[in-house]
């Protein structure tokens, strides 16, 4: 007779909330399939706050995830995505990794802010985007935004409003914690010496 502890039943009940399709080599055509025929079949698209869908060969998100009315965390790392939907406008998303993919400034949706704005973590590291991009600041409820290994050659001065939030962007501001390493140093001048940013 097996014995289940509390540790055993929170894993359980973490691993019936995530749907993991990661590190399956699924193109995107593969991978849409996949999760319709999930959803279809288990008609289960509500259950799940987690999606793993990293290290696979996707250009874009299949539509299917925005079926996902409670979905928290999509981690979409290596990837070759080129284009981000409009996701966060469908789910309430408190975590977006997409580190290691080919996404530019143009792939980024024009507006974050049009869904429900839960997001807390950001993670656009290693892709291609060429300047920082603003509609990021609309992001009232950030907390950690990551951007290094990206081709940023300027830091608006306007990213000090991060900082004017309760809470915490590694330029460390008040209320937002926002790695932007690999950066040369004059790019972020505008923040030296700025109240609520220091350099960590």
Request: proline residues 4%; aromatic residues 8%; hydrophobic residues 35%.
């Amino acid at each position: 007779m097996e014995c289940y502890t509390s540790d055993s039943c929170d894993s359980d009940s973490r691993e019936q909330k995530t749907l993991d399709l990661s590190s399956k080599l699924f193109d995107t055509v593969e991978l849409a399939i996949e999760v319709d025929s999930i959803i279809d079949e288990k008609n289960c698209a509500d259950r799940y706050e987690t999606a793993l869908l990293y290290n696979n060969r996707i250009k874009e998100l299949p539509e299917a995830l925005n079926r996902f009315a409670n979905l928290k965390i999509l981690d979409v790392s290596n990837n070759r995505l080129t284009s981000l939907s409009n996701i966060l406008e469908h789910c309430p998303l408190t975590s977006l990794i997409a580190k290691h993919n080919q996404l530019t400034n143009e792939s980024l949706p024009k507006c974050f802010n049009a869904g429900k704005n839960t997001l807390r973590e950001l993670n656009l590291s290693g892709n291609r985007l060429n300047f920082f991009p603003e509609q990021l600041l609309e992001l009232t409820s950030l907390k950690y935004l990551y951007l290094g290994g990206n081709r940023i050659i300027n830091i608006p001065k306007e990213i000090w409003k991060l900082s004017r939030r309760p809470g915490r962007t590694h330029y460390r501001a008040a209320s937002c914690r926002v790695l932007l390493k690999d950066y040369d140093p004059a790019c972020l001048e505008p923040l030296t010496g700025r109240e609520g940013f220091q350099e960590i």
